[in-house]
């Protein structure tokens, strides 16, 4: 063959070497397209992940700091003042006690 045959030959064997590496990239490209959908899904997992233990925490935090308040109550004054004359009876009594023995 020899001519416009034999160049119509070579394109066709250079039309299908490049349909051949095309269809490579392509099975190429597939794969880091699914590569790429188990990331984004793994990031989705992380996100919810994340967002889970902050809102754990925060509820915890809230919590604690309900706890916190709850045992941390300041005693009013009346309180103080019926704890402050009771400690007095009681030393009263005490030495009442003592000196009657």
């Known amino acids: 063959m020899t001519g416009p045959a034999q160049d119509e030959y070579g394109r066709g064997v250079e039309a299908g070497g490049i ?13 880091i397209n699914g590569h ?3 990331l984004a899904s793994e990031m989705h997992d992380l996100t919810r992940a994340v967002t889970s233990r902050d809102a754990t925490a925060a509820g915890v935090k809230e919590a604690d700091r309900e706890r916190r308040d709850q045992v941390e109550t300041k005693w009013s004054r009346i309180v103080r003042l019926v704890g402050l004359v009771g400690w007095l ?9 003592v000196l009657v023995h």
């Open 36 to 38: 790429l959908a188990d």
């Open 19 to 31: 349909l051949e590496r095309l269809k490579g990239h392509d099975e190429h490209f597939n794969k």
């Open 89 to 97: 009876v009681a030393a009263c009594l005490a030495v009442a006690l």
